[in-house]
């Protein structure tokens, strides 16, 4: 989370999930000292509508995005009275493209888990992955249920690819929240290892030390941060999720190599049990 970035976007279409995504993005730039600023897209590709306006954009479809901006600005502020917040109504081809328009001096992009379907909706996941790979800060995914930003923060690292933005944010998060951070590696042993003779239990001291070089910049960095740190056997996904269950908020890279982060991102878009921070490699 970059301290130079001085908002926290979120995206808004007037779904339950979209509330969720405000209160929590809301809560976040609180946290942060950030303002906030909600933005709408109108998907112009998808439009064929009459009472248009010159720009090609129906009037009434025109007031009804005014009204949720405004009505979901009205929630922030319940929730945040001292919050700046801003709106936007941005006529763009797509959701994530016009969102990444207005994204560029966000620390982080906020999206609901899934929205309402057609023209403006969030589809679920396919959103925060399409900016998660366009997007060079973190995209944070919201799943739609109300629960505290409280808990542990998780970390999953993959050990091959390096680490260093999904850990800057995981200890930051960790940092901001007075948390506890939880730095996990899932693995799985190779089909037949043991028949061929390979001794699991060195490969998992292997990969906790592995795992303890990798966080140790990072400990040094944060030294308040009391930091977990976990070797288990599993997929990825299954074993984040489990954990996620305890968690305030899950953080992973946007892609990997030995299991593609996109596809663990994917998953637990899908299946984690709370918010996701899905964050681009630096490049």
């Not at 979209?18 to 933005?39: F, P």
């Not at 028949?195 to 490969?203: A, F, M, N, S």
Request: proline share 6%; aromatic share 4%; with cysteine.
């Amino acid at each position: 989370m970059s301290t130079l970035r001085t908002t926290v976007l979120v995206g808004v279409d007037g779904s339950p999930a979209s509330d969720h995504a405000i209160a929590w993005a809301a809560a976040e730039a609180a946290r942060l000292g950030k303002s906030l600023n909600l933005v709408h897209v109108v998907e112009t590709a998808t439009l064929d509508l009459p009472g248009r306006t010159t720009d090609g954009i129906s009037e009434e479809l025109v007031r009804a995005a005014t009204r949720i901006l405004e009505e979901g600005r009205a929630q922030a502020l319940r929730r945040q009275p001292e919050l700046t917040v801003e709106t936007m109504l941005v006529h763009e081809r797509n959701v994530p493209a016009g969102l990444r328009q207005y994204a560029g001096d966000a620390a982080e992009v906020v999206v609901g888990h899934r929205g309402r379907g057609g023209f403006g909706g969030l589809l679920l996941g396919s959103t925060a992955l399409h900016l998660a790979g366009h997007y060079p800060g973190p995209v944070i995914v919201v799943r739609d249920q109300d629960r505290p930003a409280s808990g542990e923060i998780v970390v999953g690292l993959d050990l091959v690819d390096d680490p260093g933005s999904a850990l800057d944010h995981a200890f930051a998060a960790a940092a901001a929240r007075e948390a506890r951070l939880r730095a996990l590696h899932a693995w799985r042993p190779a089909p037949l290892a043991v028949e061929v003779g390979v001794d699991l239990q060195i490969t998992a001291d292997g990969l906790r030390e592995r795992l303890a070089t990798a966080l140790a910049p990072w400990r040094s960095r944060h030294p308040n941060v009391e930091v977990v740190e976990e070797v288990v056997v599993g997929h990825p996904v299954e074993m984040l999720g489990q954990t996620s269950a305890g968690a305030g908020l899950v953080v992973v890279g946007s892609r990997g190599r030995s299991f593609p982060l996109g596809s663990v991102s994917h998953g637990l878009i899908h299946h984690a049990r709370c918010p996701v921070a899905v964050v681009r490699p630096y490049e």
